[in-house]
């Protein structure tokens, strides 16, 4: 079965500090890869996804992720972070067909 | 216009009672979920339909039934609810059998006193 797991329970940061949130999965085929955010009090959005192709890929408000195969590993990293970043953010897998599978999830704090 | 809509948005509700969260997609997806994330925000998956019918049922008790009237409608009913149940709860959608991204509702939050 598939598994995700995620670095850091609680990542505390100052603004315009750089950010990177670790990622694993334990599955071995070929994988779909996502991280969303989960701003205080609303759902989860997507920030971004790996399908195929260029294993650095480029979401919104910043964030970007790269996808290393031989470490099953997809870690989400942002340069300068800002308070409004503030969230919890998952990693997820999916396998074509397959169930989607998130990770505990990371909190992250930014303070101002 | 909300994408994937769920009602409703908090319910209180006493152990023992009966309650049902409803959700609905407008994005013409095939796939519908439910999710229970807890209150360390950890997120697992309780089910899946796929065109209404069951695809996922993961170890829930039987006190949860989803009921898929059609393809963008499923609704969470539970029986007898208990403490334990109390969490958030995301109705979500994808299309082509979950090799798209997850649209997700805004979460009912379900507190059992």
């Known amino acids: 079965a598939q598994s995700v797991s995620q670095h850091n329970h609680h990542v505390i940061l100052s603004e315009a500090a750089s950010l990177e949130l670790g990622c694993n999965y334990s599955?071995?085929?070929?994988?779909?890869l996502f991280w969303y955010v989960q701003y205080p009090g609303q759902h989860l959005q997507l920030l971004l996804k790996?399908?195929?192709?260029?294993?650095l890929v480029k979401g919104i408000k910043g964030f970007e992720a790269e996808f290393i195969k031989s470490k099953f590993s997809f870690n989400l990293r942002k340069p300068s972070v800002q308070w409004s970043d503030t969230a919890e953010y998952f990693c997820?897998?999916?396998?074509?067909?397959?169930?989607?599978?998130f990770g505990p999830g990371t909190r992250l704090s930014v303070l101002p | 216009d909300t994408a994937v809509s769920q009602t409703p948005k908090y319910l209180v509700t006493q152990m023992g009672n009966d309650k049902s969260i409803k959700c609905e997609q407008n994005?013409?997806?095939?796939?519908m979920y439910w999710y229970k994330q807890d209150s360390k925000k950890f997120l697992k998956i309780m089910f899946s339909?796929?065109?209404?019918?069951?695809?996922i049922n993961e170890t829930v008790p039987n006190r949860f039934s989803p009921k898929s009237p059609d393809k963008a409608h499923l609704n969470l009913h539970i029986n007898s609810l208990e403490l334990g149940d109390s969490a958030v709860y995301f109705c979500?959608?994808?299309?082509?059998?979950?090799?798209?991204?997850?649209?997700f509702g805004s979460g009912t939050q379900l507190s059992v006193l």
């Open positions: 979500a959608s994808s299309s082509r059998e979950g090799r798209e991204k997850l649209f």
């Open positions: 599955y071995g085929g070929t994988v779909n």
């Open positions: 790996y399908f195929s192709g260029d294993p």
């Open positions: 997820a897998v999916n396998n074509y067909g397959q169930n989607f599978v």
């Open positions: 994005l013409g997806h095939d796939t």
């Open positions: 339909y796929n065109n209404k019918e069951l695809i």
